[in-house]
């Protein structure tokens, strides 16, 4: 039987390094999937993969070699789907913030992004479980198309900015709109950057949101 799964690992867009907020496991009120908690796990199911055994022998990081050959296989995924699908585009991998990365620029591309970038997380999973299956290892690939991420980054920082803003003249809690686990990393990078407020994620996926209060 050919194996089809893959241990799901959050997007945590670039999962940039942030200070976490207290998780506790047993509410549904925490901090993000793509905060370091999420990072943390991602973390260990790789050093599993390629490190520990029962024999007591010492976990490893995934090195850049590693995650360079898996932005390729990467690549390469992406490529024959663009083929198939008739689309044309650059194609770039890399390894940036310790993860592979795959970035497609070109004209025509809105429909490998879709309504609020559904279409591109879709895409990113697809592209996750190819390098899971040549590679055995959990990837926290990260896919981009026609800059959506970045662009989209600018403008999460405009709305965190805006709450954090809000909490402060008014000292009340700022729930915003459910978003998607790269969304609501972007909004927590912000928040947790700034002084006297915090920032948790509440609610289930679809409609898992952040809420931006004052710090305790």
Known sequence: MTETSIPRVEQSLDEEETAPLAVNDDTDLETDDDTESDDAESDDAESDDTGASAGGRAK???????????SEIAADYVEGLLDILDYDGDIDELVAGGRPVVEVVGARLQNLVGQRGATLEALQE???LAVFRQTGTPSRLLLDVGGYRANRRKEL???AKNAVEKVK?????VRLEPMSAFERKCVHDVVNAMSGVESESEGV???RRIV???AD
């Open 60 to 70: 490893k990081a995934t090195g850049e070699g590693d995650l360079f050959r898996q």
């Open 126 to 128: 697809l592209t996750r």
């Open 157 to 159: 920082a405009a709305v």
């Open 169 to 173: 003249e008014y000292g009340e809690p």
């Open 205 to 207: 996926e679809p409609n």
């Open 212 to 214: 931006v209060r004052p």
